[in-house]
């Protein structure tokens, strides 16, 4: 469907959805972008799904501009606009992260649904199309009384519409229920079920000494997982660094709790950090084998060989198509002689 927006320069607009991001919503959407088919697991447990782990995920603009009543243009930005192709036909999702419940969030997830139904949406003779994405909301602070499920009503002459956003939360799994169903997109955010005992954690050494067994239990899982093939070193080392990240915020006042759990998850992967790995030639080479193909590929024009590296490393290792530039290093007049040929 064509935009047809004026042109921006002409027309106010703020952006607002910054107003709600926090370093979360950072880690939330490295996982989502970066480590994307960790999303499949949570859609089957949000929503019931049946993915098996090797569906294409194409990943929609996160920056949508709301039309207010005065004319005004709000720009909204949401954690992850999506669409699974499997087996069936593909399916739209819209997937927030909220630390804490807000009583503005169900209005900021049926603008952000609107509006990417209405950017994707088909104008066929004098019928406007548009499909609402499937909604869910992850909680990372949850209480009795935090909802199972959502609802907006959309009420016209004809009926009325239920939108569902269907719920999950974080503080709900254990350990071994995370590992069990493959739901390690929840593992950066798992220190949350531990949020109300942190301050007795940093002034009971013992205490301490059982929360860091359990984070040592996570990366034993992890590389085990790594060992198995079953994620990619990248995979393994971006939870790692998420969870680290997460970790530095939630516990930033709690110094005993951030240097011991800390050191357990950091350890040398965060002294040179994911991407230095593939820089060191890691991973059997693959990284400078790549660029080397890459760069050939730029020099004599071959547009197949250009694509068939980028694609290689991104199946290698489940990244997108500019997440692998970066990996190789591709400079930004090489970025663009690449978009041409894509």
Known sequence: ?????????????????????????DVARTLLNDCSPLILPVLNETFGEHYKGDEKILFAPNEHYINQQDGEEIKRITDSSFTVIG??????????????????????????????????????????????????VLF?????NTPDKMTIRMRASEGTLPIDVFVMKSQKY??????????????????FSHEKHLKEYDEDQEKL????????????????????????????????EMTHKVLEKLAMKYENVKKGVGSIMGGKVLEYK???????????????????????????????????????????????????????????????????RI
């Open 140 to 144: 990372l602070r949850s209480t009795k």
């Open 174 to 191: 254990e350990l071994d229920e995370i590992f069990q169903k493959g739901l390690l997109f929840l593992l950066p955010f798992y220190i």
């Open 1 to 25: 469907m064509p935009d047809k927006r004026p042109d921006k320069s002409n027309t106010a607009h703020s952006e607002i959805g910054s107003k709600y991001a926090t370093p979360y919503d």
């Open 209 to 240: 000494s059982r929360l860091e067994e359990e984070y040592a239990g996570i990366m034993n899982k992890l590389d085990e997982l790594q060992r198995q093939g079953t994620i990619s070193a990248y995979t393994r080392n971006t939870i790692v």
């Open 274 to 340: 994911t991407k230095t790995i593939f820089r060191e030639g890691k991973s059997e080479g693959l990284q400078e084998g790549l660029r080397e193909g890459l760069q050939e590929g730029l020099r004599e024009g071959r547009t197949e060989t250009i694509l068939e590296n980028l694609k290689k490393l991104m199946q290698k290792m489940g990244i997108s198509a500019e997440k692998a530039m970066d990996l190789l290093d591709v400079s930004e007049e090489e970025r663009e002689e690449i978009a041409k």
């Open 87 to 136: 087996e069936k036909e593909p399916k739209k999702y819209l997937f927030e992260v909220q630390s804490t419940a807000d009583n503005r969030m169900l209005v900021r997830i049926f603008e952000y649904a609107t509006q990417i139904a209405l950017d994707e949406g088909e104008r066929i003779g004098n019928i406007l199309e548009v499909t609402i994405p499937n909604c869910a």
